[in-house]
């Protein structure tokens, strides 16, 4: 199994401003992804960030606000810019799994808060 | 991508089986099966996987008919600290697509 740690863990962040999360793992990966998890809701898949090159991003979530990098096989990073309210949610970052299972592994998530 | 229906809650009580079972009537050939476990302020956990049949590992087991149209994950002697969210998710492995999810609460 992978261990997954973020950056930061929770943040409280006024809006119009910008947060970048960090995410990194404890071997290396060619699949990182990224998710929202609003309030008591379901997960929801932001990206796909496979190192060298673009993201992929899934319907409704844009390069512009969601900018991702990914730098080398053990980390990314996931800015959220300009941000509202509407961005309050739980943002968590995971790897594929190396096993025989298509298994995801996932980091403990980062609370953002923004008022 | 397949849609899954699963109960939104379920009570159970310590020691008892637990079943829960997801709808996925519109499953593809290629599509996995798999069934993750979050806890409170915490990553979804990986419980099972399966194609067809029966899987077993050491926390759960996964039924699945021939038809593939629907699942059953079973939770062996539920603990209060099975007491989570468990979501059953139908598609490529590597694109998760989550559900809503079965809030499972176990209690003594």
């Known amino acids: 199994s992978a261990v997954i740690s973020q950056k930061p863990s929770r943040d409280i962040c006024q809006r119009g401003t910008s947060l970048t999360i960090q995410c990194q793992v404890d071997s290396q990966v060619t699949m990182m992804f990224w998710y929202r998890q609003q309030p008591g809701q379901s997960l929801t898949l932001i990206a796909t960030a496979n190192q060298g090159s673009e993201a992929t991003y899934e319907s409704g979530f844009v390069i512009d606000k969601f900018p991702i990098s990914r730098p080398n096989l053990t980390f990314s990073t996931l800015t959220v810019s300009n941000m509202s309210p509407e961005d309050s949610s739980i943002y968590l970052c995971?790897?594929?799994?190396?096993?025989?299972?298509?298994?995801?592994?996932f980091g403990p998530g980062t609370r953002l808060t923004v008022t | 991508l397949a849609k899954t229906t699963q109960p939104i809650s379920m009570d159970s009580y310590e020691g008892q089986e637990v079943n829960i079972t997801c709808s996925h009537n519109?499953?593809?050939?290629?599509?996995?099966i798999t069934w993750y476990q979050q806890f409170p302020s915490q990553g979804p956990r990986f419980i099972i996987q399966g194609y067809k049949t029966k899987v077993t590992n050491e926390v759960a087991s996964l039924f699945i008919p021939a038809d593939r149209k629907s699942s059953t994950l079973s939770l062996p002697r539920v603990s209060l600290s099975d007491t989570a969210v468990y979501y059953c998710?139908?598609?490529?492995?590597?694109?998760?697509?989550f559900g809503t999810g079965t809030r499972l609460q176990v209690f003594p």
């Open positions: 995971s790897v594929e799994g190396q096993g025989p299972s298509y298994e995801q592994y």
């Open positions: 998710l139908v598609g490529e492995p590597d694109k998760l697509i």
């Open positions: 519109n499953i593809a050939t290629n599509d996995y």
